[in-house]
């Protein structure tokens, strides 16, 4: 599938790098770019008995569109357990994008779960949350999309809604699954309306837009660093980014699916790159 092109300055050149072969007294030759590096971390795919070994794996479609925002990704292992490697990854990151996925398990904002909460990955809330903390403490950018935006909520001190229709009374349908329905990826299902006074109105520069929509949780408690940029129709918070001018935005829908349509879709990841690529100077 093409993807409409991003429009980004890029340079690279050949230079000599200290190396610690040889004592340390080496030197390498590597490409320097301008291209910001964006951490993307992977989800747990189960043994396949017979088939396939137990796998991290993560969709290529947000790759893709992060490459041609201009960013070069770097797929993240969910080393549980392992603080210091990702750490090692952490600091040599520009950005983080965290991606939509299974649901976070409720221990992680200190409830129990009910029988209307679906599968989860311990593993996977354990690196992103992590990745997320470090990143709001250093103020490193950060975009999020669908669960990605629960996540950051949850790593700030807020909760989420195990299941949106059985928890927000008069909620509307959010949870157009595709693989239970005959439901497109791209396919728009009801506005948000964006406050203009958030980074997310300034960016997008419009007041209500509609979108696609593949969740049945949702934000419950806001944290206190975070302010809500997005509102379904029935209220429900539909993105998240920080008061302190941190480029920390979160969005509950999937704009990866809709770059192609809209162009305000393709703003979110251009001004994330940006703000990326002004971290990595």
């Given at each position: 599938?093409?993807?409409?092109?991003?429009?980004?300055?890029?340079?690279?050149?050949?230079?000599?790098?200290?190396?610690?072969?040889?004592?340390?007294?080496?030197?390498?030759?590597?490409?320097?770019?301008?291209?910001?590096?964006?951490?993307?971390?992977?989800?747990?795919?189960?043994?396949?008995?017979?088939?396939?070994?137990?796998?991290?794996?993560?969709?290529?479609?947000?790759?893709?569109?992060?490459?041609?925002?201009?960013?070069?990704?770097?797929?993240?292992?969910?080393?549980?357990?392992?603080?210091?490697?990702?750490?090692?990854?952490?600091?040599?990151?520009?950005?983080?994008?965290?991606?939509?996925?299974?649901?976070?398990?409720?221990?992680?904002y200190q409830e129990e779960p009910t029988a209307l909460c679906g599968r989860t990955d311990p593993d996977r809330d354990e690196i992103e949350l992590a990745l997320t903390r470090w990143a709001i403490e250093d103020g490193k950018p950060l975009l999020a999309v669908c669960r990605g935006v629960q996540v950051i909520n949850v790593a700030a001190g807020g909760t989420v809604h195990q299941d949106?229709?059985?928890?927000?009374?008069?909620?509307?349908?959010?949870?157009?699954?595709?693989?239970?329905?005959?439901?497109?990826?791209?396919?728009?299902?009801?506005?948000?309306?964006?406050?203009?006074?958030?980074?997310?109105?300034?960016?997008?520069?419009?007041?209500?837009?509609?979108?696609?929509?593949?969740?049945?949780?949702?934000?419950?408690?806001?944290?206190?660093?975070?302010?809500?940029?997005?509102?379904?129709?029935?209220?429900?918070?539909?993105?998240?980014?920080?008061?302190?001018?941190?480029?920390?935005?979160?969005?509950?829908?999937?704009?990866?699916?809709?770059?192609?349509?809209?162009?305000?879709?393709?703003?979110?990841?251009?001004?994330?790159?940006?703000?990326?690529?002004?971290?990595?100077?």
């Amino acid at each position: 599938m093409d993807l409409i092109p991003f429009t980004l300055r890029s340079r690279e050149r050949l230079v000599l790098k200290p190396s610690d072969d040889y004592g340390g007294a080496g030197i390498v030759l590597g490409w320097e770019s301008n291209r910001p590096i964006i951490g993307v971390p992977t989800q747990t795919l189960e043994e396949i008995p017979g088939e396939l070994p137990r796998c991290w794996v993560m969709s290529q479609q947000y790759v893709r569109v992060l490459v041609q925002a201009g960013a070069v990704p770097w797929i993240i292992p969910l080393l549980g357990g392992d603080s210091p490697t990702l750490r090692a990854i952490y600091q040599r990151l520009d950005g983080i994008f965290l991606p939509g996925g299974v649901d976070l398990h409720p221990s992680t904002y200190q409830e129990e779960p009910t029988a209307l909460c679906g599968r989860t990955d311990p593993d996977r809330d354990e690196i992103e949350l992590a990745l997320t903390r470090w990143a709001i403490e250093d103020g490193k950018p950060l975009l999020a999309v669908c669960r990605g935006v629960q996540v950051i909520n949850v790593a700030a001190g807020g909760t989420v809604h195990q299941d949106v229709a059985a928890e927000v009374p008069g909620s509307i349908k959010h949870d157009y699954f595709p693989s239970q329905g005959d439901y497109r990826r791209d396919l728009l299902v009801h506005e948000v309306r964006i406050p203009p006074d958030t980074r997310l109105g300034r960016l997008l520069e419009t007041p209500s837009l509609r979108v696609n929509s593949m969740h049945h949780q949702g934000i419950k408690r806001v944290a206190e660093s975070l302010r809500p940029n997005a509102f379904a129709p029935d209220g429900l918070i539909e993105g998240l980014e920080s008061s302190n001018g941190h480029f920390l935005l979160g969005v509950q829908w999937h704009p990866e699916s809709l770059v192609e349509r809209d162009p305000a879709m393709r703003k979110l990841f251009a001004a994330f790159v940006e703000a990326a690529t002004y971290w990595m100077r």
